[in-house]
């Protein structure tokens, strides 16, 4: 059975993986160079998308830390030597994340990631988990103008597949990726195994296990 959509674009963190393990050690490392307690990983997840930068000044408000403009770039130089000497080895992806790849692209949809990550470092988390040959494009924060939650990624990323809005779908795990989708005019299916929570933006399917079945056009009534 064919797919619904000719093009399924995904999200990363906290929809194809879950990088909080790793997120949480480099957080605690970083903020033990400049004098503060770990935060409870817990809250670090609650802390996750928009960006890196958003992610790292969110743990910096949080334990109330005033850092000047230098001391915020070395702070952000530890964090990310932390997240990549980590590499990965405290992140997991998502059960049925592979089958589910391999069973879009048997069925010739294409495939995207749309992050807000540097492309490198996406396409390194990909290959660790060895699925980056899966994506057709990866699109990341350096990609576009605007990163999500404005459409530029989604659309940047249609544009190279020739694929209309209407024939597309998004998946993420939050309000920030939900707004994406909806201004890109894709359907969205909502990760709910994910890092973020989903408010007041439309959603057209609720994920909690991957399976193939809920990408399939919904049979006719007899």
């Not at 830390?65 to 990310?80: K, P, S």
């Not at 049925?96 to 990550?117: E, F, P, S, Y």
Request: aromatic share 8%.
């Amino acid at each position: 059975m064919p797919l619904k959509y000719r093009a399924i674009i995904f999200d990363l963190d906290g929809t194809l993986v879950d990088s909080l393990g790793d997120f949480h050690h480099a957080a605690s490392i970083m903020l033990k160079t400049i004098g503060h307690e770990p935060i409870p990983a817990a809250e670090v997840k609650s802390f996750i998308g928009n960006g890196q930068g958003m992610f790292i000044a969110r743990c910096l408000v949080r334990v109330g830390a005033n850092l000047t403009a230098q001391q915020l770039i070395e702070a952000t130089r530890v964090f990310e030597q932390a997240y990549d000497a980590a590499d990965g080895s405290q992140s997991t992806l998502f059960e049925g994340v592979d089958a589910l790849l391999a069973q879009i692209r048997k069925a010739g949809a294409k495939i995207g990631l749309c992050t807000n990550r540097p492309v490198a470092r996406a396409r390194k988390i990909l290959a660790g988990f060895g699925i980056d040959h899966y994506f057709d494009e990866i699109v990341g924060f350096e990609t576009v103008d605007k990163p999500k939650p404005a459409p530029d990624p989604i659309l940047y990323c249609l544009a190279q597949f020739k694929c209309a809005s209407s024939q597309a779908l998004f998946i993420g795990d939050s309000d920030v990726d939900a707004e994406a989708a909806h201004r890109a005019k894709v359907e969205f299916a909502f990760h709910t195994q994910g890092f973020g929570s989903l408010k007041s933006q439309p959603c057209q399917i609720l994920i909690d296990h991957y399976n193939l079945i809920d990408l399939l056009p919904t049979p006719a009534k007899a």
